[in-house]
């Protein structure tokens, strides 16, 4: 499978665009801005005090009846999933989405329009790799009552099928298909939204549905048009005559494709699937999809992600020689014993560091930490891992004895178990950005017994000895 890295993404300028929000009817505003690395998506409400962000992470999901809905403290963002889908489709992976309203504007119905507001700002390389969920294994997630199904497989890219089944002679089955993400622009983001008659009705009866025109949304005629539902469209509508066409929807449209209504639930899966808030790799097919089972699958892939993030034990065979031994440690690092905390390295490569250090009872500061209750102390587990850091980033020089890596800063360490005399300590870092101007800065963990023990994110500089 291809392990290239590849840089992220966002925008070059901001842009703005105006529309009608469906469910509300209010002119709205919406502003693409720029985002700095490791940021994501966020939407950020202007029109309130203190302008409150709403990231676009799944656990924020409320409610799903009439398009993805977010809150968090109170404040809401409607509908996402069209401009999410849009973002996704375009590659950008860190923007700031700032709206006048809880709903954004929406257009024709598709993506068609953000994607032209985004690629008119133009977009940006990031210094910073992307970070995406490699699929290794089969997740499902299904409705019970619905027999809705979402499963993702293992791919070398990024690929959706979804298949639609409404039990209609005028919708009946459908199946779309997009291969490449990069195609999404072409074959998917122009896909309008839709509904059936009778599902209009009820919205127009309960006074739900206030932007809407035939315009930005593809009507199916489920049932047969009395005189008073008719009266209530061209009210809705604003036309003098609202008609039924041959293919069994309202008026004044004309189908992009004859599977468009599949290729919208596409681009919704692809915008509710993002609030997992990382790109994936790998294959999703989903069975009669719909913002429920969306969102309820991207809530347990969310979970899964993060399990395997604090678990990733690195698979290593401590019986094979060692990439290097502390021998050839000592060529790189400055470091010397007693404050010489990696025995081994396992791995290297441009982006990451694989190390061991055996813990025994010899180590001289068991002499007071804690005599009768030996532990070691978290501040020299967090330098172990700065060691073991330090060789991925002193092996980019061509001389590292020449060399020392100093501490900028730490960020969210976590002590999750303790380090005892005869635990095996496995130490992985990784690079969150490239190294630039001799800073490094990267994620790190510890395991020892199979289990996460001490986690932080590290940023070192590399300095010249005097």
């Known amino acids: 499978m291809n392990t290239v890295k590849i840089k992220q993404q966002t925008i070059e300028n901001e842009i703005s665009l105006s529309g009608v929000g469906l469910h509300t009817g209010k002119e709205v505003k919406l502003t693409f801005k720029p985002a700095p690395i490791n940021s994501g998506f966020a939407f950020v409400r202007v029109d309130l005090a203190n302008s409150p962000v709403i990231e676009a992470k799944v656990e924020y999901v409320v409610d799903t009846k009439r398009g993805t809905n977010l809150e968090k403290d109170g404040v809401s963002i409607n509908t996402s999933e069209h401009v999410l889908a849009a973002v996704v489709g375009l590659g950008i992976h860190n923007i700031i989405i700032e709206l006048n309203s ?17 690629e008119k700002a133009g977009i940006v390389a990031q210094n910073a790799f992307v970070n995406e969920y490699i699929v290794k294994d089969v997740i499902s997630y299904k409705d019970a009552v619905t027999g809705s199904e979402i499963i993702v497989m293992p791919s070398d890219k990024y690929e959706v099928t979804a298949m639609v089944d409404f039990g209609t002679k005028i919708l009946g089955t459908q199946n779309a298909t997009l291969n490449n993400i990069s195609d999404f622009k072409k074959e998917i983001s122009a896909a309008r939204t839709f509904s059936f008659l009778h599902e209009i009705e009820m919205l127009l009866d309960n006074d739900l549905i206030k932007g809407g025109d035939l315009n930005n949304a593809i009507v199916y005629v489920d049932e047969e048009l009395s005189e008073e539902t008719m009266a209530k469209l061209r009210v809705a509508f604003k036309k003098k005559t609202v008609k039924v066409k041959p293919n069994g929807i309202l008026d004044n449209l004309t189908l992009h494709w004859p599977n468009e209504a599949a290729r919208h639930k596409l681009l919704d899966v692809i915008g509710d699937i993002s609030l997992i808030g990382m790109p994936i790799r790998g294959k999703i097919i989903a069975n009669k999809p719909g913002h429920a089972v969306n969102t309820q699958f991207a809530k347990k892939l969310s979970k899964i992600i993060k399990l395997e993030k604090r678990n990733n034990v690195p698979c290593c065979d401590l019986s094979e020689p060692p990439l290097m031994d502390v021998e050839q440690i000592m060529k790189i690092l400055p470091h010397r014993p007693p404050f010489l905390f990696i025995d081994r390295i396992l791995e290297l490569s441009d982006t990451h560091v694989v190390g061991m250090k055996n813990v025994t009872m010899n180590e001289s ?102």
């Open 365 to 466: 500061f068991f002499n007071g930490h804690f005599p009768g209750a030996p532990v070691m102390p978290g501040v020299l587990q967090v330098e172990a891992m700065a060691q073991c850091g330090g060789v991925l980033v002193l092996s980019t020089v061509p001389d590292p004895e020449n060399y020392l890596t100093l501490f900028m800063k730490m960020n969210n360490v976590k002590f999750k178990r303790k380090v005892v005399p005869g635990d095996t300590l496995i130490f992985r870092a990784e690079l969150i950005t490239p190294i630039r101007r001799g800073i490094c800065h990267m994620q790190s963990y510890g395991y020892a017994n199979g289990k996460l023990v001490v986690e932080a994110e590290l940023m070192a500089q590399i300095v010249r000895k005097k």
């Open 102 to 118: 809880a709903e954004p504007p929406i257009m024709d119905g598709s993506s068609k329009f953000f994607i032209e507001a985004l």
